[in-house]
């Protein structure tokens, strides 16, 4: 971890940041009689939550934020053959330390969903529209399968934003992705950050 790496990584990160705070700000903006809910899958610590989260306040936004994680390590089966090796990542989470850290977003109406997906689809406290959907499971299998679940509860115009779609690393997401939709006519528009985007019509 040398200096150099420090000026490419922070300007990265930065924008990246951005770019969730932007298209959190055009969700909360939706032309839509029905709640604005937020949805984030891979929420880690909270920081890309933090940053939706602020935009949705600036915005006066109505609805829930539904945040799903395992709070716990990547496991194999839900990784294909190029991405085992992330087995085991993640297993320093603590869905405390998260509530902890957004617990500076006041009067935000955080709906924490704790464990793998898709088996947390099945706990019955899922929203039943969205505005804004961001995806960040940096594994395939649950990026689809977040994907078919939530798709038909997209309001017309809401938003999926990817973080892993473009990445080094994270082919089989892209291939996936890409594949999703092409069987249903959508395209993502791939950002320089590497993340991709996803508009519902």
């Not at 087995?87 to 977003?105: D, E, F, H, P, R």
């Not at 977040?146 to 080094?168: N, R, T």
Request: charged share 20%; aromatic share 14%.
């Amino acid at each position: 971890f040398n200096q150099k790496t420090v000026h490419l990584e922070v300007p990265q990160l930065k924008w990246r940041h951005f770019i969730v705070y932007w298209t959190a700000s055009l969700a909360s903006n939706l032309k839509s009689t029905q709640d604005k809910n937020f949805a984030e899958m891979g929420v880690c610590d909270g920081l890309t939550a933090y940053f939706a989260s602020h935009a949705r306040q600036l915005n006066c936004c109505d609805g829930e934020f539904y945040l799903y994680d395992s709070w716990n390590e990547m496991v194999e089966d839900l990784l294909t053959d190029s991405e085992k090796q992330s087995a085991g990542a993640y297993a320093y989470l603590n869905i405390n330390n998260t509530k902890q850290n957004l617990a500076v977003c006041n009067n935000e109406h955080f709906v924490f969903v704790e464990g793998y997906i898709p088996e947390s689809f099945k706990l019955n406290i899922n929203p039943q529209s969205l505005a804004w959907l961001h995806i960040d499971l940096n594994s395939s299998m649950p990026t689809i399968a977040s994907l078919d679940f939530f798709w038909d509860k997209m309001l017309e115009g809401g938003i999926v934003l990817f973080d892993d779609y473009a990445w080094p690393g994270y082919e089989d997401t892209k291939q996936k992705v890409d594949q999703w939709c092409l069987n249903r006519s959508v395209s993502v528009v791939q950002l320089p950050t590497g993340q991709g985007l996803l508009f519902k019509s």
